[in-house]
């Protein structure tokens, strides 16, 4: 398969187009990098969905249709094999064109999925209050906390993992979503302006959080103003009276033409035992949403005790043998800041030192370009050792890091060896992003 792979090599930019949510842009982009490498996918792998199969159908037609037509031309045994060689060089084209071509199909299927999704809302779900958090990081984790906060006093559902994109809660609704279900908590994330409004078509909400604008995924919005217009969208087009939730910070960073005229609700603050300071934020957000919809104290106290974290999210726990805290969800400079906060704080507890992995953080804008040094000095303060994974970016993290931080080629190969690099009894350790294949 590896042969085939490098002789054809669809699935491999199928797999940068799905990484990328099929966004053409965006695969132009990394195509300077990719464009003469072959058989990259190594930490995850092409999911071979009813898109890509359509996908593949149409890009093999293009592939044999134009090496027949120009090789029937060249009709010479010599410049046949030069043209094939040619063609599978330009696999790449092809797979634009593919995707280009079956991209229309695809946006009407969606429409049709999203307008099913809208009526069987309209309809089973009239009667279901509808509670939205967007923000650039913090969703996952408080939706999870208003479920906890909210379901011993609703029929409360809530849209699971990272499902935020508008065909990802139309398909969640179509096939998930019963009658009688008394509250629904969603989040919805957006990758260009617009996408947030798609979402709330399908689930229209009464309570909208916004939790920050952030620095996540800046370089698709070509800067933080960008960014704040797309979540501007969970307030301009909640439902009419809604509550709307964001600190101050945030209202004050919101495009104020469109929502100077809006009344928002400033989130509690909170402070629970064994919760990180951001994750106490998060929560704030949730009692603050919880309270909004008639929770009692006494429910918002117990369950608060019994919270829980989701997976990667400043998870603390058992990580590749260690006591530590798995934060290889989040990857932003902001995040990245607040995972190393809560390590060190449980390596300070521990009387241990920190031991930190990661890959640096993408999707940096121009403005915001030399985050990924400054990661490097800022774990060269807070930690006593750090693995660099080395992706694209690794190069100015180790430059902030002074040359401090050791350098591995893989995940694999850091797991195999780190406990014998740094013992299990003296580390706490972080584990941040890894991060695709596309940063390798």
């Known amino acids: 398969m590896k042969v085939f792979n490098f002789l054809f090599p669809f699935s491999d930019f199928c797999y940068i187009l799905q990484q990328e949510e099929y966004d053409l842009k965006r695969y132009i982009k990394w195509l300077s990098r990719f464009f003469f490498r072959r058989n990259f996918q190594v930490r995850d792998h092409l999911r071979v969905t009813k898109r890509v199969k359509i996908m593949l159908g149409v890009i093999g037609v293009i592939w044999v249709v134009s090496f027949g037509v120009i090789g029937a031309v060249l009709a010479s045994g010599w410049w046949w094999l030069v043209w094939l060689g040619i063609k599978m060089l330009l696999t790449p084209i092809d797979v634009y064109l593919g995707t280009a071509i079956t991209e229309p199909y695809f946006e009407v299927i969606k429409s049709k999925r999203r307008k099913l999704a809208v009526e069987i809302m309209r309809t089973k779900g009239k009667n279901t209050r509808i509670v939205v958090v967007a923000g650039s990081f913090g969703k996952t984790t408080t939706k999870n906390f208003i479920f906890q906060l909210c379901r011993y006093k609703y029929k409360a559902v809530m849209i699971p993992g990272n499902i935020n994109t508008p065909a990802g809660i139309a398909d969640w609704v179509i096939n998930n979503f019963r009658e009688g279900?008394?509250?629904?908590?969603?989040?919805?994330?957006?990758?260009?302006?617009?996408?947030?409004?798609?979402?709330?078509?399908?689930?229209p909400p009464d309570v909208a959080v916004l939790t920050n604008i952030g620095d996540q995924h800046l370089e698709r919005f070509g800067g933080k103003a960008g960014l704040a217009e797309a979540l501007a969208d969970t307030f301009l087009f909640a439902k009419a009276g809604a509550v709307l939730i964001c600190d101050r910070q945030t209202e004050l960073e919101l495009p104020s033409v469109s929502t100077r005229e809006m009344k928002f609700i400033n989130p509690e603050k909170v402070k629970a035992e064994g919760l990180s300071v951001s994750n106490e934020i998060n929560l704030g957000f949730a009692v603050t949403v919880a309270r909004n919809l008639?929770?009692?104290?006494?429910?918002?106290?117990?369950?608060?005790?019994?919270?829980?974290?989701?997976?990667?999210?400043?998870?603390?726990?058992?990580?590749?043998?260690?006591?530590?805290?798995?934060d290889s969800y989040n990857i932003s400079f902001t995040t990245a800041q607040a995972g190393l906060a809560a390590a060190r704080e449980l390596a300070k507890k521990r009387k241990k030192k920190l031991l930190v992995v990661t890959a640096g953080i993408p999707e940096l804008s121009r403005e915001n370009r030399s985050k990924n040094e400054e990661y490097g000095k800022v774990l060269a303060e807070r930690a006593e050792a750090v693995v660099l994974l080395r992706s694209m970016l690794a190069g100015d993290v180790l430059k902030g890091l002074g040359g401090k931080g050791r350098v591995v080629g893989s995940f694999a190969e850091m797991a195999k060896k780190l406990q014998d690099w740094y013992p299990i009894s003296e580390y706490v350790l972080l584990l941040q992003p890894e991060l695709t294949d596309l940063y390798y």
């Open 181 to 203: 279900t008394e509250l629904l908590i969603g989040e919805v994330d957006a990758f260009y302006v617009g996408e947030i409004r798609r979402s709330l078509e399908v689930i």
């Open 294 to 326: 008639g929770v009692t104290e006494k429910m918002i106290k117990d369950g608060i005790k019994d919270l829980e974290l989701p997976e990667r999210r400043q998870y603390a726990g058992e990580v590749l043998g260690y006591e530590g805290i798995d």
